[in-house]
Each structure stands twice: as structure tokens, then as C-alpha cells.
């Protein structure tokens, strides 16, 4: 072999083992494993693409839309404040569909007097099936959850404290039937359920009156 060919084809041996780096999606594009949804690009006052809008248990459906904050940037807000105790606004991302999955948000209750609540969902298949992790900054407390066929049934519970108008991150991570919770980058949920086992989508929710601002939504395979 000559030394051109050498030299080629070790060239074409290297270009072959250098991993391609993928674009991250425009703000507004479903959110692949591994992404960050923010909100910068989307329009205010509009709901974001991407997502899809649900409501569990009765009352007016959620209003999710984009919110300039006063100091700059923009976060999505939950802003409708009908305070019907079995109201449970969600707002999932279309893609990725996902059976172990973790899901993180920055989030921040902003008012509400029957519920102050930031939450997320996992294995989300459709309004009344999901599994949900949520804090109160009424109760101060981290609860976790499983919604199927309508009613939600608690799995386990964390007191702490939990605070109105202040930036937060909750994180849930579900593996087989593993699920956990870190609250401000601590664990403070671990519990086993096999309730649901598919597949879904992830995402937001809230309860009842809550006015809860969500930024930096994450959703990655584990």
C-alpha cells in the first residue's frame, strides 16, 4: 500500500470514531432525550409549541402560556386561578415518549390560596393516567403520586420547607417500578410502584387556584 492510501485510510479510520455532534432544537420544537426546554424563542402571552394541554378532575381547563418575568427572560405560567379543589391543570411535551425517564424543572409558586403547587408528571398517557411528583408551599411538603382512571393515590411523603416566590427544582426519575424524588438537588422521596408500567409522555401540573411559573424543563432518558 502506498504511503498516500496509508494515510488516507487512517484518516477515514479517525473521522469514523469522532462522535457527530447534533444541533439542539430551536425553543419551540419537541424536546428529544437529553434536551433542555426553555422559552426564550416562544411568543408571550401565547402557549407554547409542543406541548399538549390536559385537565384531571373538574373545573375550567388550564391556561399554560408564556410570561415575560419582570427581571427579564420568559417562563411558562399556569395563570388561571379557578380555586375548584379537584382541578389539576397539566401541560406534557409531545416528544420523547418515555418508560424510564428523568424529568427536572425549575419552578416557582407565585399565589393561590386553596393550593400553592409545582409539579411534574411521567408516564403520562393520557389526562387521568400518570405518574406526578408535587410540592406546596402551603403544606410544605413533596408528595408523590399515582393518577390512574381519574383518582390519584399518594405513594409517599416528604415534609420540608417549601417557598412561595422563590425558584425551586424538582426532579422525578422513574426506572422499572424505582421512583424518586430530589427537591433542591436532594433526594427526598424513594419508593417502589408498579402501577404503571408503559411508556408516556412528561411534563407540568398544578392544582386548583395555583399560579406557578416553570423554566428549564428537562427530559432525558436515565
Request: aromatic letters at 6%.
Amino acid at each position: 500500500m502506498s504511503l498516500r492510501l496509508s494515510i488516507a485510510a487512517a484518516v477515514g479510520s479517525l473521522v469514523l470514531a469522532i462522535p457527530i455532534a447534533r444541533a439542539a432544537p430551536p425553543d419551540g420544537a419537541p424536546a428529544p432525550p437529553g434536551t433542555v426546554r426553555t422559552f426564550a424563542a416562544d411568543p408571550v402571552d401565547a402557549p407554547p409549541s409542543g406541548f399538549s394541554f390536559g385537565r384531571t378532575g373538574s373545573g375550567r381547563p388550564g391556561k399554560w402560556v408564556v410570561h415575560a418575568e419582570p427581571g427579564g427572560g420568559k417562563v411558562l405560567a399556569q395563570v388561571d386561578a379557578d380555586d375548584t379543589d379537584s382541578r389539576f391543570p397539566v401541560a406534557v411535551l409531545d416528544a420523547p415518549i418515555l418508560r424510564d425517564v428523568r424529568v427536572s424543572v425549575r419552578c416557582k409558586a407565585v399565589s393561590g390560596r386553596v393550593d400553592r403547587a409545582c409539579g411534574l408528571v411521567a408516564r403520562y398517557l393520557d389526562e387521568d393516567t400518570y405518574l406526578l411528583t408535587r410540592a406546596n408551599a402551603l403544606e410544605d411538603n413533596v408528595r408523590l403520586y399515582v393518577v390512574k382512571n381519574g383518582p390519584r393515590h399518594q405513594l409517599a411523603s416528604w415534609s420540608g420547607k417549601v417557598s412561595s416566590g422563590a425558584w425551586h427544582q424538582l426532579r422525578l426519575e422513574v426506572r422499572g417500578d424505582h421512583l424518586e424524588v430530589s427537591w433542591d438537588g436532594k433526594k427526598v422521596l424513594d419508593h417502589h410502584d408498579g402501577t404503571l408500567s408503559q411508556a408516556g409522555r412528561a411534563g407540568l401540573w398544578t392544582k386548583a387556584d395555583s399560579v406557578t411559573v416553570f423554566d428549564e424543563l428537562r427530559v432525558e432518558a436515565p
